[in-house]
């Protein structure tokens, strides 16, 4: 059995072409995040909807999440072992290369260290770092 259906599978999720199609690309870039427009050119013909049926159901089930990296781009990257439905404690940043705009998920970082005015309180966390990548260093 595959990584792919392996992941479908403890997720209990029904196993389809599209899916497993959708995975092997997540699975194979398990560190950067992947463009929608990316995913449909990688996938050639395949029906939009059903894709981003897809990618919210993989959301849903804490495989993906969504990168908010400083672009107005909608991204999204594969969730590791500690990443199920996102919380604050579960908030990480996304780092955008400046040269080749490849975005990667870094760290989690300490809330704990973020001081807020009294009374406010945080309900979402979007870190969004930029730079240059080693690759274009």
């Known amino acids: 059995m595959t990584d792919s259906e392996n992941l479908l599978k403890s ?3 029904r196993k389809t072409a599209l ?3 959708v995975l092997d690309l997540f699975l194979g870039k398990p560190h ?3 463009q929608t427009s990316r995913l449909e050119e990688e996938l050639g013909e395949v029906d939009r909807i059903t894709l981003y ?3 919210k ?5 804490g495989i993906i999440h969504k990168v908010m ?3 107005q781009l909608t991204k999204y990257a594969l969730c590791h072992d500690t990443c199920t439905t996102h919380s604050v404690e579960e908030d990480h940043a996304h780092f955008l ?3 080749c705009s490849e975005t990667i998920c870094v760290g989690n970082f300490d809330m704990q260290s973020i001081t807020l005015p009294p009374s406010y309180r945080v309900t979402k966390v979007q870190l969004a770092l930029s730079g240059i990548c080693p690759n274009c260093s």
């Not at 159901?57 to 089930?61: A, D, G, S, V």
């Open 53 to 55: 049926r897809t990618l």
């Open 19 to 21: 899916r497993l199609r």
């Open 57 to 61: 159901t993989f959301e849903k089930e």
């Open 69 to 71: 990296d400083g672009t």
């Open 32 to 34: 950067s995040a992947v």
């Open 97 to 99: 290369c400046e040269s």
């Open 11 to 13: 997720k209990k999720l």
